[in-house]
């Protein structure tokens, strides 16, 4: 064969092994901010009201009180295997209907079993109806957190909301008992809720990754690290009580807690968040002292191809890390003290206790950025 003819070969393998490339679409919803912070989704077991708290960055204390939805001698809470998988798909449904706010979207309960890839039937059928009853009856009370959109302020909520404003089931049952497929059921999102998102208040969240997942806890831990990872590719963090209550499971028993989570890091292994994928999530001994620790580490995934570029991401992490703490070092005493400051601000805002490399990371950037724009105006 000529060089000719086998380069031309060459050329047309490649653009055969470009051509086959699939690109997964990837279902992206936008959430409030206000509730995406909050581990408001808890396991089926939790029964009763549940009460959420935190110490803002100015020492200010923020609750949010759930009241479970009382149905004759039962009571229902939002889980997230449920709730936590139907709100998204609502969400889904709301923008692709134009993002209403001050009308409602009209669907059919078939409409989100299909959006949540769930086979139509009669389980399907009280699954979601149950999800949407409690998305409706449940109450959250914002104590000094909940903030404006507009106005950035942070505020009580007197009154407590209901993530579902409106809700109206369209049934009718033929002689088989199967329920039809019609569109003439209802529901409207919190005002609060769709002000936030459509004012860009939000988060973006992967509902094709988070519906394939499976149990409550799995649910929750992916919703944190989505959260918490959004601007960082390396996480440590000490497997205790405080991991416990910002997953808001600091009702379960430590034992059943490390058992659980170490499941779902097994789970979360290899799934994309909304900004990379999850390339290593594992339990570890901690380095020093007793205990464990949960080691989390993201890649970016290309938009195009869906390769990732782990090792990449590592080593421009890694020299970013390196200049950050070669800038604190050539500090002295009282800018460090400064820094210290904004670090245990961040703690405060971002983490619930988390207290480690990567806020102290995030302080320096923040310090220096700052400091530059000082320097700029004085120039």
């Known amino acids: 064969m000529s060089k000719e003819k086998k380069s031309k070969t060459n050329k047309e393998n490649h653009e055969d092994k470009q051509q086959s490339i699939v690109v997964e679409e990837k279902e992206i919803v ?27 960055s100015a020492g200010n204390k923020q609750t949010v009180t759930i009241s479970p939805y009382i149905k004759g001698d039962k009571q229902y809470t939002l889980t997230a295997h449920r709730e936590g998988k139907i709100i998204y798909a609502l969400l889904k449904k709301w923008q692709d209907s134009g993002k209403p ?48 959109s507009k106005t950035s302020e942070t505020y009580e909520l007197t009154e407590p909301m209901n993530i579902l404003m409106k809700l109206k089931i369209f049934e009718k049952t033929q002689r088989d008992g199967v329920v039809p497929v019609f569109s003439f059921s209802e529901f ?12 860009k208040f939000m988060k973006p969240v992967r509902l094709d990754v988070l519906k ?7 649910i929750i831990l992916y919703r944190w690290l989505d959260l918490i990872m959004s601007d960082k590719s390396m996480l440590e963090y000490t497997i205790d009580e ?63 191809s869906g390769v990732e570029n782990e090792e990449e991401v590592i080593k421009e992490e890694v020299i970013k890390e390196q ?20 670090r245990k601000r961040i703690v405060k805002d971002k983490y619930t206790g988390f207290n480690v490399r990567p806020a102290l990371l995030e302080a320096i950037a923040e310090y220096q950025k700052n400091k530059n724009e000082t320097t700029e105006k004085t120039t």
């Open 30 to 56: 936008r959430m409030d901010l206000n509730l995406e912070k909050w581990p408001l989704f808890s396991t089926e077991e939790h029964k009763g009201a549940r009460v959420l708290k935190r110490i803002d």
């Open 101 to 148: 706010n001050d009308k409602p979207v009209y669907f059919s309960l078939r409409q989100i079993a299909d959006i949540l890839g769930i086979s139509w039937g009669g389980s399907a059928y009280n699954f979601i109806k149950t999800g949407l009853l409690n998305l409706r009856g449940v109450c959250l009370t914002f104590e000094s957190s909940y903030k404006a």
């Open 188 to 199: 409207t999102f919190h005002n609060y809720i769709t002000d936030s998102i459509l004012n």
């Open 212 to 218: 394939q997942l499976k149990g409550d806890t799995v």
């Open 242 to 304: 405080n991991l416990a209550k910002d997953l808001g499971l600091e009702d379960m028993r430590m034992d059943n807690f490390l058992r659980s989570i170490k499941t779902a890091a097994e789970n979360l292994e290899g799934k994309e968040l909304s900004t990379g994928k999850i390339t290593y999530c594992k339990i570890e001994k901690k380095e020093t002292g007793t205990g464990l620790k949960l080691v989390v580490r993201k890649g970016k995934y290309d938009m195009i």
């Open 323 to 342: 200049e950050l703490l070669g800038y604190y070092n050539s500090l002295g005493p009282k800018e460090q003290k400064e820094i210290d400051v904004i």
